[in-house]
Nanobody, 124 residues
Framework: QVQLVESGGGLVQTGGSLRLSCAAS????????MAWFRQAPGKERQFVAQ???????YYADSVKGRFTISRDNAKNTVYLQMNSLRPEDSAVYYC??????????????????WGQGTQVTVSS
């Protein structure tokens, strides 16, 4: 079993920045594709970004140019740097792991483990 723990959420004004972190347990972090999803109240969970085992990154169109996903395999941690935040970015952000290492980025059913989420609120 893999435990994922998100941190770094909070309240920020429109145009501000936050950096989310997701710390993973286990020995095989470097073999996982890692992703961020988000879910606002009453809405479906949506894909945000993925980084696969080769370091290739994928982003939802809504965050391209503003968000950056990265990973530090030595620390078993994946990050999401969020800049130029907008009120519509407000959501609970979830970290997810795909143990196959490569998966279609936006298909949440392909992810094996999920964190409990961290709240991001962008004030207007």
């Amino acid at each position: 079993q893999v435990q994922l723990v998100e941190s770094g959420g909070g309240l920020v004004q429109t145009g501000g920045s936050l950096r989310l972190s997701c710390a993973a347990s286990g020995r095989d972090f470097s073999s996982y594709a890692m992703a961020w999803f988000r879910q606002a109240p009453g809405k479906e969970r949506q894909f945000v970004a993925q980084i696969n085992v080769g370091g290739n990154t994928y982003y939802a169109d809504s965050v391209k140019g503003r968000f950056t996903i990265s990973r530090d395999n030595a620390k078993n941690t994946v990050y999401l740097q969020m800049n130029s935040l907008r009120p519509e970015d407000s959501a609970v952000y979830y970290c997810a792991a795909d143990i196959t290492g490569i998966t279609p980025p936006a298909l949440q059913t392909n992810y094996d483990y999920w964190g409990q989420g961290t709240q991001v609120t962008v004030s207007s």
